[in-house]
């Protein structure tokens, strides 16, 4: 399985439809707000179940502030992270997933990517694919394989 995990499009989605075409086919797609109204044409565009969350840009949208599922094996929580303190680090959200009994969280509002592998909750952040923050500045985003065996495996890509 093929997940393509994505943040911080505002309303720019150019790299987004390049990321698809170019990592396509894809068995999901996992955006982690701050889409800016572009909910329709991300979800007809993917052609593949797509999960989305509100950011603390997207002010006028129905989109759930946080989403858990299950993917594979994985107990999965995909929030935005601006509630959570994620500017300062990623641990106080890594405290409310091991509370959840989440495997691993998906989460953005930084616009720079980290691969967070540890022991108990995965943390991953794709960064942004339109206002990238992080040396060198490149737009970014993180595919997940999720292999035979049932485990996942993670590679960060900029575009």
């Known amino acids: 399985m093929k ?14 439809f390049r990321v698809l075409e170019k990592t396509s086919p894809v068995d999901m797609v996992i955006h982690c707000g701050d889409i800016e109204g572009s909910e329709y044409a991300i979800a007809e565009s993917a052609g593949c179940p797509v999960e989305m969350v509100a950011g603390n840009n997207d002010f006028f949208t129905t989109l759930p502030m946080e989403r858990e599922f299950e993917l594979g ?46 022991d108990d909750v995965i943390a991953i952040n794709p960064g942004s694919l339109s ?29």
Do not use: C
């Not at 999965?76 to 009994?101: C, F």
């Not at 989440?102 to 540890?118: A, C, E, K, M, S």
């Open 3 to 16: 997940v393509l995990i994505v943040s911080d499009t505002h309303k720019r989605n150019d790299n987004f």
């Open 73 to 118: 094996k994985y107990h999965v929580w995909v929030t935005h992270g601006h509630n959570y303190y994620v500017s300062m680090g990623n641990e106080h959200l890594k405290q409310e997933a091991r509370i959840r009994g989440v495997d691993i969280v998906f989460y953005g509002h930084t616009h720079r990517p980290l691969l967070d592998l540890g």
């Open 131 to 159: 206002y990238p923050r992080q040396d060198g500045r490149k737009p970014s985003y993180v595919l997940m394989d999720i292999d035979r065996f049932g485990e996942a495996h993670f590679t960060l890509r900029f575009v």
